[in-house]
């Protein structure tokens, strides 16, 4: 618990059975619940998942085949919703690259009644430009520029950050099998909770990338879904997701 809110941690994972068993033990104790969402790995991240869990329990939910890490969070969202107890559900990396010590921040606003959906932004540390890739500094920017136009969040950046938390209003307040499964899904997602009327905040978390750091992205991963998902969030700025979104303000 995390002043008065039942916390549930998403962590999705593919390939991960080097860092998943770390990941999951520097989870904090103030999350009540752990789910890792396997997306079809072909090591051994489930099994390792499990065992980190020994001493805390630990759901694992196996991908038949693997849909990417935004259906990875989606599936770990769902299965974080069906259990009327949380009230905060918030996701962290399989690889290790997010601070533990940076959830309390995340948590707060939604603690304070501030905000329904909160995102790190690990340009407001002082240490970015020295542990986040130059490569990764170009393309954070452009692509973070480029989505405070899509989804009208001017307030926001460093979209592609994937350290967040989620109330439980803001998840009944978007329609997730809608959400873009692969590589764009966070722009795609910001969108749809800007459409929704549900308050969004970022905050400073640290940047982390170790010595052994290598990015498993490709330029193809990035150009077309991405290039897609942005146009398909600026037409939903003209109106076209009204049928898709069921507005938060209209819930309370």
Known sequence: MYRQLRVAAVIPA?????????????????????????????????????QAGQKRPVM????????GVGAAIITGYERAFSDPRVDVTCVLAGD??????????????????RADYVKGNRFLHPDV?????????????????????TSGLWHVFDSQCGYTAISRRALAGIDLARVFPRY??????????????????????????G????????PHMVIYPVAYVLLRSWLGRLGRFDRELKPVAAQE
């Open 60 to 67: 694992v939910i196996r991908h038949p085949q693997n849909r």
């Open 184 to 209: 764009g899904y966070p722009n795609d997602l910001l969108a749809r909770l800007s459409g929704a009327g549900v308050r969004v905040a970022d905050v400073c978390v640290r940047p982390v990338y």
């Open 96 to 113: 290790g690259q997010m601070d533990p010590a940076d959830l309390p921040g995340l948590l707060d606003p939604i603690a304070d009644g």
């Open 14 to 50: 593919f390939n991960e059975a080097r860092a998943i068993g770390e990941a999951v033990a520097s989870v904090p104790e103030l999350v009540d619940d752990i789910i890792v969402v396997d997306d079809a790995s072909t090591d051994a991240t489930g099994a390792r998942a499990a």
């Open 129 to 149: 430009w020295r542990e986040m890739p130059p490569v990764r500094i170009a393309g954070n920017i452009a692509l973070s520029l480029a989505t405070k136009v």
């Open 211 to 218: 010595p052994a750091w290598k990015s498993g992205i490709r």
